[in-house]
């Protein structure tokens, strides 16, 4: 994976739909179960290292998940289902880059972030008048 590969379309996609370091780990738990239908409680379970998500907060990234087209809601919880084969790609390319580069896709998470208040201060700024 190299730099080139985090195109301008997959960091729309974590703008998007990825607020957080933990919303990727939880993805990419749920896309190691494509099978499973998981509550929120599950589905932290199957994160590989203890997070710092509440059942609470899992529940509100799984609700953007399916906002987002990425999950399914079914009668026993979420399932990963990436409504097209666009977002399956992105999702696909988001796990990919935190087993090989995690660093750099930590790095954007924060950058479009901060992007994103920095663009919402600069609504607020006041102009000078001439």
């Known amino acids: 994976m190299e730099d080139a590969d985090f195109t ?3 960091c729309r996609f974590i703008q998007a739909a ?6 990727a780990e939880l993805l990419i738990a749920l896309a190691r179960r494509p099978d499973a239908e998981l509550s929120p409680a599950a589905a932290l379970r ?6 710092t998500l509440s059942e609470a907060q899992a ?3 799984l609700e953007t998940f399916q906002a987002r087209g990425l999950v399914a809601r079914g009668g026993g919880g979420f399932r990963y289902a990436p ?3 666009e977002l399956r790609a992105h999702a696909e390319m ?3 880059a935190y ?3 995690p660093v750099t896709l930590i790095r954007i998470l924060y950058a479009l972030r901060d992007s994103r208040i920095q663009s919402f201060a600069e609504a607020f700024r006041l102009r000078k008048r001439r």
Do not use: K
């Not at 990825?18 to 919303?23: D, G, H, L, Q, T």
């Not at 199957?46 to 997070?51: A, F, H, I, T």
């Open 8 to 10: 301008d379309e997959f």
């Open 18 to 23: 990825i607020p957080s370091v933990e919303a």
């Open 46 to 51: 199957e994160l590989s290292r203890g997070g």
């Open 59 to 61: 529940a509100g990234l």
């Open 83 to 85: 409504a097209t084969s």
């Open 94 to 96: 988001l796990a990919q």
């Open 99 to 101: 087993n090989q580069r």
